[in-house]
């Protein structure tokens, strides 16, 4: 316990500074959430959700697991999604990869590990998917980060065809599902522009990443 002391130390101190920026910020909060966005990132620690977008506790839903795949049969990532939507009624739902990530790495180099394998798997049937487009990049790494984008993308495509998403956008809700990717490089997050706010852009972006 004593190891992780300084731990507790930076938690007060943390909240402390919130505190006197905000009085009863804690207490209030306490009360609900109510955050406009669900974040659906990768586990890796350099990319921290609400740190790099600038928002504080209460102001985005988190989802996170390596690699940042949304996998259709994931109930842990899809009751996540289902209380986001459905609950607390988020606008935004963004799926937010990162370029040099280990886990596309690792599927890409078909490198074993083991349970996690199985895992990845599904960025290795993405790969094989896209072959073409992947060996047309002569370097290596660009190739790797072009499978990060198309994970995103397939991410995308698999939030837009959650029987929730397409629930909601049945009773008329604005829901938009957005793409992005981070660079660990410069702290800077791109938009792949691959938003999808209705039922006719999913089909649509369906066509494009099969
Ligand atoms: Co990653």
Redesign the pocket.
Known sequence: MRDLEHLFKQNREWAESISQAQPGFFSQLSEQQAPEYLWIG???SR?PANEIVGLLPGELFVHRN???LVIHTDFNCLSVIEYAVSVLKVRHIIVC??Y?????RTAFGGNRLGLIDNWLRHIRDLQERHRSELDAIADEEQRIDRLCELNVIAGVRHVSQTTMVESAWREGRGLVVHGWIYSLKDGLIRDLKVDVANQAAADALQGITN
Do not use: K, L, T
Request: glycine letters at 28%.
């Open positions: 990768c586990a890796d990319v390596v690699a940042n990869g990162h040099g990530c280990g886990g596309v």
